[in-house]
């Protein structure tokens, strides 16, 4: 391409760079796809390793952390879902059929768990009698009543999403590595910004 371009093209028109030809998400969307994506990934982290802790106050008080940042990660996809809305992302990359469809399922999927993950463990503080103030600051109101078997429950079911999301990021990532190393298409570019 570049050794095709005519000698004498105009210094304010260069040809661009191959990766500045991709589509891609808006910087707004990619800024709140990586955050979110670190903040998910750690604290999923955290999760699985506080839960088998002994008793202690250190162990409260990852409990706490693991809380606000879940709390962060209901607030921060809120954000993500309602830009979401309001934004179309760039038109599928070529790939075949059931490709294009089965990443719109995990998208989807996991825009689900980015609300009912955090939602269930905040849930399951409140059916605990543990409400959670918000880094120390901002107490939030328990919407379930204090109920040691809903408690359980609840528990169960923080812990089965959270572990189906963990399933759903690890295929997602699998499926761009995929794309980005086998297929070469450079479909990782579209979440990243565009090089000058
Ligand atoms: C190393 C980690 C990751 C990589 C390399 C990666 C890569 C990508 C890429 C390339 C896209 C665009 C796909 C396309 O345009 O067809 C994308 C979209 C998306 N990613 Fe990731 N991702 C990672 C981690 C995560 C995590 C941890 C989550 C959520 C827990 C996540 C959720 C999503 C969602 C929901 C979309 C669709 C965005 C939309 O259309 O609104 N990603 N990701």
Redesign the pocket.
């Given at each position: 391409m570049t050794a095709s371009a005519p000698a004498s093209a105009p210094e304010s028109t260069p040809e661009p760079a191959p990766s500045a030809a991709v589509p891609r998400?808006s910087p707004v969307?990619m800024a709140l796809?990586w955050l979110?994506?670190l903040l998910?990934?750690a604290t999923f982290a955290f999760g699985v390793y506080m839960a088998d802790l002994p008793f202690s106050p250190s162990r409260i008080k990852l409990y706490s952390w693991h809380k606000w940042a879940g709390v962060t990660i209901l607030l921060l996809s809120t954000l993500?879902l309602l830009w979401?809305l309001g934004h179309r992302?760039?038109a599928?990359?070529p790939m075949p059929a059931w490709q294009a469809r089965a990443?719109h399922a995990?998208?989807l999927l996991?825009?689900v768990?980015?609300f009912a993950v955090p939602l269930a463990g905040w849930a399951y503080s409140s059916a605990a009698g543990f409400p959670i103030v918000w880094f120390g600051v901002l107490q939030l109101p328990d919407f379930v009543p204090v109920d040691k078997t809903l408690a359980d429950t609840l528990k169960e079911a923080h812990k089965l999403l959270a572990f189906a999301?963990a399933g759903?990021?690890l295929m997602?990532?699998a499926a761009?590595?995929k794309?980005?190393l086998l297929d070469r298409d450079g479909?990782?570019l579209?979440?990243m910004p565009a090089r000058r």
């Open positions: 998400y969307a796809h979110l994506a998910i990934i993500r979401r992302p760039p599928d990359a990443a995990t998208h996991l825009y768990l980015f999301m759903l990021v997602h990532i761009a590595l794309h980005q479909l990782l579209r979440m």
